[in-house]
């Protein structure tokens, strides 16, 4: 039996409470459930019973040094629906201070953030399979930098995206 997607992720923070209002305010996740030292939240628009667990370290915690000398996860990526959706989140983001950087890589459109303790996430946008040309890879595999307003103008503010990519099509229950 195949693994078909992640269910949820759980991340060590320093103030589960800090950390559990930047994903609420400024992502849009619910807290399905609470109790001291935890939170389980959950994202807009998921099935999950929670998508996110936060576990309180202490204040006193050191930053992870993954990726800098030490193994272990660089990010989480969120999906969004649309580019409409992936702008507001710039916007939130910006406002909030915690927008890392924004990058073109082709099939994906990504805002890069940080949340309250450092730990990276990636909020992305897939294009749809229907609209995929085959030049959106490149050789280069470096990130390019993101014009959001040209993958508007392109694709379409609303166009629902990662439809035939991260959503399957013609799935039936």
Do not use: C
């Amino acid at each position: 039996m195949a693994i078909h997607r992640l269910n949820h992720a759980v991340l060590y923070v320093r103030n589960v409470e800090r950390t559990a209002a930047f994903y609420r305010d400024v992502l849009g996740f619910t807290t399905k459930m609470a109790v001291p030292g935890a939170a389980f939240l959950q994202a807009p628009g998921s099935t999950n019973d929670h998508d996110l667990g936060l576990f309180e370290a202490g204040m006193q915690a050191e930053d992870s040094k993954a990726g800098r000398g030490a193994v272990g996860l660089y990010h989480l990526a969120w999906e969004v629906e649309t580019l409409d959706d992936l702008e507001e989140h710039l916007h939130k983001l910006t406002a909030a201070g915690a927008l890392a950087g924004m990058s073109d890589h082709g099939t994906t459109k990504s805002l890069y953030a940080k949340d309250p303790d450092g730990i990276e996430m990636e909020i992305v946008w897939l294009i749809p399979s229907h609209l995929l040309t085959g030049d959106e890879a490149d050789t280069d595999p470096r990130p390019k930098p993101l014009d959001l307003a040209k993958e508007k103008a392109r694709y379409g503010g609303q166009t629902r995206g990662g439809l035939g990519v991260s959503i399957p099509l013609g799935v039936t229950v």
